[in-house]
């Protein structure tokens, strides 16, 4: 309970700055108008290729994360032991994510190369009955009606 | 906080918080921390999933609807008003911590009820989303969508949508409902009485973790 105690009273300031709150969220705002203003430029002209996109906006999202927890979440201001004992499980993510994404891509390599009736399903067009006309008009297709 | 410690603190030794913050925050963290690797888990499930896949629909396609705007094709526009919502809610609720620290009752209504509106808004506008998306056949097994390619997609594409953004809108949900009992507890004075707000950050941590979550969804389906 003493430790408690200590906290408490060591933790307070009189003062709480609501600054860099406000330059956490410009800063927010401006990433994800960024991330849109990309996104929508390459459904226009299609100029930065969709791969190289996808990059930017993985390290954009990163830095959003960061934001948010560094400054809104206040992590920053911890003391290190405990930011660590934050940060390093979750470092667990970097390898989750690669080897996970290697395996879904290296099954669809192994699936597409061995198995061609497969892979020529795939490739084959959608009846366009089904997807495009109803697609726009949502009016026809009554939720449940379909199948 | 790190600058009101002394330096050479000897934190280990017995007689001390050794993080230096309070039990139930802490704990936050962790949950906070089991949390996030649960949302991990669906969303890497995801992308292993779509990365095993030929053919996927194209978000742009899917994604295009704003309330009363018809067919109008506007990809990425509502979704971009729910993050915005989301962003701004975190905001007023970090505002809220900010007048706890400095005990002002008031303010910390003031904000929590705009947070909790933010929060509605939010729920409002993926209920919107999933109505629509319902009324044009998509829902669990049921995938109405094409892929990119013009090749027919497996459900796979609906089902992780609806459960992911499912389990976030829970979230949400939970977090207002949490921010409710919390404006609940500072409207009955509670918190002034204990001469302390923690429990306003605990439920700010909460908050800003949803809103965390929501950066990563926003990302994996919408804009990849």
Redesign the interface.
């Given at each position: 309970m003493?430790?408690?105690q200590?906290?408490?009273t060591?933790?307070?300031?009189?003062?709480?700055?609501?600054k860099p709150?406000?330059r956490t969220?410009w800063i927010?705002?401006g990433i994800?108008l960024v991330?849109?203003v990309l996104?929508?430029i390459h459904?226009k002209t299609g100029f930065p290729p969709k791969y190289v996109l996808?990059g930017v906006?993985?390290i954009l999202?990163c830095a959003?994360?960061f934001y948010?927890?560094a400054?809104?979440?206040h992590?920053r201001?911890?003391?290190?032991?405990?930011i660590m004992?934050?940060a390093v499980?979750?470092t667990l993510?970097i390898w989750?994510?690669i080897s996970?994404?290697w395996?879904?891509?290296s099954?669809?390599e192994l699936?597409?190369r061995y198995d061609r009736h497969h892979?020529e399903m795939?490739?084959?067009?959608?009846?366009a009955a089904?997807?495009?006309h109803?697609?726009?008009e949502?009016a026809a297709?009554?939720?449940g009606a379909?199948? | 906080?790190?600058h009101?410690?002394p330096a050479g603190q000897k934190?280990w030794s017995g007689?001390?918080?050794?993080?230096?913050?309070?039990?139930g925050k802490?704990m936050m963290?962790?949950f906070l921390?089991s949390d996030?690797f649960t949302f991990?888990a669906f969303l890497?499930?995801y992308?292993?999933?779509?990365?095993?896949?030929?053919?996927w629909p194209d978000p742009?396609e899917v994604f295009r609807a704003f309330p009363l705007m018809g067919?109008t094709h506007l990809?990425?526009v509502f979704v971009?008003l729910m993050?915005?919502i989301l962003?701004?809610s975190?905001?007023t609720?970090?505002?809220a911590?900010?007048a706890g620290?400095?005990n002002d009752q008031k303010k910390v209504t003031f904000y929590m009820v705009l947070t909790i509106i933010g929060g509605l808004m939010f729920l409002g506008c993926q209920a919107w989303e999933w109505t629509?998306l319902?009324?044009?056949?998509a829902?669990w097994g049921?995938n109405?969508?094409?892929?990119a390619?013009?090749?027919?997609?497996t459900t796979n594409f609906t089902n992780f949508f609806f459960t992911i953004t499912g389990f976030h809108g829970f979230h949400v949900f939970s977090g207002v409902i949490i921010n409710i009992i919390m404006l609940i507890k500072n409207l009955r004075g509670d918190f002034a009485k204990r001469?302390?707000y923690?429990m306003i950050e605990k439920a700010?941590?909460y908050w800003?973790?949803v809103?965390?979550v929501w950066?990563?969804v926003f990302?994996c389906f919408y804009?990849?």
């Open positions: 003493e430790n408690s200590t906290v408490n060591g933790h307070h300031e009189p003062e709480f700055s609501t709150i406000w969220f927010l705002l994800t991330e849109l996104a929508t459904l996808n906006y993985l999202t959003k994360a948010i927890i400054e809104f979440m992590l201001h911890e003391l290190k032991n405990l004992t934050i499980p979750a993510f989750f994510i996970f994404l395996d879904g891509g099954y669809k699936r597409n892979y795939s490739k084959e067009k959608a009846p089904e997807g495009e109803g697609e726009h949502p297709k009554k939720p379909a199948e | 906080m790190a009101s410690v934190w007689g001390k918080s050794p993080f230096n913050v309070e039990y802490l963290w962790y921390m996030a991990g890497i499930s992308g292993s999933i779509r990365f095993a896949t030929n053919g742009n067919d990809p990425l971009s993050t915005f962003i701004m975190s905001v609720m970090v505002l911590v900010a620290h400095n629509h319902h009324g044009e056949g829902w049921r109405p969508f094409n892929n390619d013009g090749s027919a997609a001469g302390h923690l700010g941590l800003h973790f809103d965390l950066v990563f990302t804009l990849l």
